[in-house]
């Protein structure tokens, strides 16, 4: 019944690994989101992409890539971990994008990162 | 620019008062707001939006467009209430800006 899942829930990795973070929804949103929460819980955007097509993409490293094999899984793929990587990453899913309406955007249970 | 503040990280009331957490906005658009809320061990939901002038679990926001304010209110804290709350504005490109965040704690 889970509307937006997310795994791992925890991910402890090393320096320089390369690490993926999945993400699925079952709500038939078309926009799929990826946030990332800081240790001051700031919460930012980093990805947006509707009917898998990238829609925002935030000022983020390029060893983030999103990936979006269908319009209900947006996987993050983050390559040459870094310390400053270590953070809560948080999938969304919204219908229509946000464009007019205000539609809700549906978070998932988040990924607590920790980079050694 | 666009951003959005909230200028307290932290704010304690007390079981039965109540409770202002404030938010203002930067956008030169058409702004529409929402709050969203984070319980303890829970995912972040959303909690009200400016365009539906709803009240949801007691509380209520209104748009201020000159102040570009969009306080959340609740005339009487519950201990349920504790939790993270995030302001957040959505811009006409479809991007969604939080605010910093607030931590409610209620105290019994």
């Known amino acids: 019944d889970t509307a937006v899942s997310q795994t791992p829930k925890y991910l402890v990795t090393q320096m320089g690994n390369d690490k993926s973070i999945k993400c699925e929804q079952n709500?038939?949103?078309?926009?799929m989101y990826w946030y990332k929460q800081d240790s001051k819980k700031f919460l930012k955007i980093m990805f947006s992409?509707?009917?898998?097509?990238?829609?925002i993409n935030e000022t983020v490293p390029n060893r983030f890539s999103p990936k979006s094999p269908d319009k209900a899984h947006l996987n993050l793929h983050i390559n040459s971990l870094e310390l400053g990587d270590s953070a809560v990453y948080f999938c969304?899913?919204?219908?229509?994008?946000?464009?007019?309406?205000?539609?809700?955007?549906?978070f998932g249970p988040g990924t607590r990162l920790t980079v050694l | 620019a666009q951003r959005v503040t909230q200028p307290e990280k932290l704010l304690s009331v007390f079981k039965g008062a109540p409770v202002e957490l404030k938010c203002n906005y930067s956008?030169?658009?058409?702004?529409?707001l929402f709050w969203y809320v984070q319980y303890s061990r829970q995912r972040l939901q959303l909690l009200l939006r400016?365009?539906s002038r709803e009240s949801i679990k007691g509380f209520t926001a209104d748009l201020n467009k000159g102040e570009t304010s969009f306080h959340l209110k609740k005339p009487f804290a519950q201990e349920e209430d504790s939790a993270m709350y995030y302001c957040?504005?959505?811009?006409?490109?479809?991007?969604?800006?939080f605010g910093p965040g607030t931590s409610l704690s209620v105290i019994p």
């Open positions: 969304a899913s919204s219908q229509g994008g946000l464009a007019g309406g205000g539609n809700e955007q549906f």
């Open positions: 709500l038939g949103h078309d926009t």
């Open positions: 992409y509707n009917n898998k097509e990238l829609i």
């Open positions: 956008y030169s658009g058409s702004p529409e």
């Open positions: 400016h365009i």
């Open positions: 957040a504005l959505k811009t006409s490109y479809d991007k969604v800006i």
